[in-house]
Structures are given as structure tokens and as C-alpha cells.
T-cell receptor
């Protein structure tokens, strides 16, 4: 299994500012993903974080709004830029271990934008 | 990936078996059925997956119909800690070399 930590666990931010969320895994992983869960909703995939190259974004999500970095096999960041109240959500990091059949999720970062 | 249909909610008595249905009538031959659950304020947790044979692990059993158009997740002895949203997901890659598409899931409430 994998132990995934996210920082911060929660934050309250002002409209127009940006927040960077960190995801750290205790072992090397093949793939890393970022998901969003809006209040009362299911999870939606934002993007796949690719090591050493630009992230692959899902429809409806763009790099200018959600820039992602993945400098190595155990770490990734997601930035929520120019925030509005509609960005208030839980943001979750998810990973697939090498040769694993399971996809693991971090505890999430609860973001509130005022 | 094929679409799944689940009941929005169900209740279960503690100690009883919980049977969670999932319909995936458009499933393709190379698509697997995965189950995850999300306990309140936590990230989703993998439960089990299968292709066409029934599967069992320490958490649950997965029964897939012969035509593979539906499946049932069985929690054999539900406890209060099993209260969660349960997601049935159909996808191609067994090694998860891709992304999970979550639907609305089934809210399961286990009562004393």
C-alpha cells in the first residue's frame, strides 16, 4: 500500500488569491492524479500529473487555472489560481504504485474560498 | 468506459449482510468492475475488483452475473464503520494505468 500525505489539510482563502497543495507519497509511484470533489458531489478528475512533462488535463480544466508540477516520482503540487467561491471543494491526490492494481487516495485538502 | 447505475441510498442493520447492486449493461469484454468506498471526510478506499469470476477478499465479495451486465458487492457482516458512499466503476485497465470515473455512488447507512 501507499501512505499519501497532503498539505495543507484545509485552508480558507480570499477570492483572487492562489493556493498550492502538496502531495507526498512514501514510495515511488507510476502515476499521480488530482481530483476535485465539490460539496455533496462525487469526485471529478482534474488531471494526470506527469513526471518531467506537462500534466494532462481533463475536459473543463486548464493549466492556467490549475497548474500542476511533478518534479519526481513521489511528489506533486496542484495550484488553484485566481480563486473564486466556486473553487471551494476538496482536492484529492491519487496514485498508482508500480505494478499495483489499486489506486490510492490521499486524505484531501478542504478549500474554502470567501 | 461503460456507465454504471447504482441506487442512491440503502440502509443496513449492523451484523447483517449488505448487498449493494450495480448495473453496467454496456460493459465491454475487456472492462473490469471496481468497487471503492468513501467514508465521510476521507479519500476513497479500494475494496475489490473483478472481470467475470466472483471474487472475495478480507473486506467483501463481488458477484458478477454471467452476462456481466450487473454485479453485487456483498459486505458479509456490516458494522457501523461500513457507513460510507460506495462507488461501482467500470474500466479497462486492470493495472489502473489510467483514471477512475466516479459516479454518484450509493450512500450506505449501517444502523445499530
Amino acid at each position: 500500500s501507499a501512505v499519501i500525505s497532503q498539505k495543507p489539510s484545509r485552508d480558507i482563502c480570499q477570492r483572487g488569491t492562489s493556493l498550492t497543495i502538496q502531495c507526498q507519497v512514501d514510495s515511488q509511484v507510476t502515476m499521480m492524479f488530482w481530483y476535485r470533489q465539490q460539496p455533496g458531489q462525487s469526485l471529478t478528475l482534474i488531471a494526470t500529473a506527469n513526471q518531467g512533462s506537462e500534466a494532462t488535463y481533463e475536459s473543463g480544466f486548464v493549466i492556467d487555472k490549475f497548474p500542476i508540477s511533478r518534479p519526481n516520482l513521489t511528489f506533486s503540487t496542484l495550484t488553484v489560481s485566481n480563486m473564486s467561491p466556486e473553487d471551494s471543494s476538496i482536492y484529492l491526490c491519487s496514485v498508482v504504485l508500480n505494478h499495483s492494481i489499486e489506486q490510492y487516495f490521499g486524505p484531501g485538502t478542504r478549500l474554502t474560498v470567501t | 468506459d461503460a456507465k454504471t447505475t447504482q441506487p442512491p441510498s440503502m440502509d443496513c442493520a449492523e451484523g447483517r449482510a449488505a448487498n449493494l447492486p450495480c448495473n453496467h449493461s454496456t460493459i465491454s469484454g475487456n472492462e473490469y468492475v471496481y468497487w471503492y468506498r468513501q467514508i465521510h471526510s476521507q479519500g476513497p478506499q479500494y475494496i475489490i475488483h473483478g472481470l467475470k469470476n466472483n471474487e472475495t477478499n478480507e473486506m467483501a465479495s463481488l458477484i458478477i452475473t454471467e452476462d456481466r451486465k450487473s454485479s453485487t458487492l456483498i459486505l458479509p457482516h456490516a458494522t457501523l464503520r461500513d457507513t460510507a458512499v460506495y462507488y461501482c466503476i467500470v474500466r479497462v485497465a486492470i493495472y489502473s494505468w489510467g483514471k477512475l470515473q466516479f459516479g454518484a455512488g450509493t450512500q450506505v447507512v449501517v444502523t445499530p
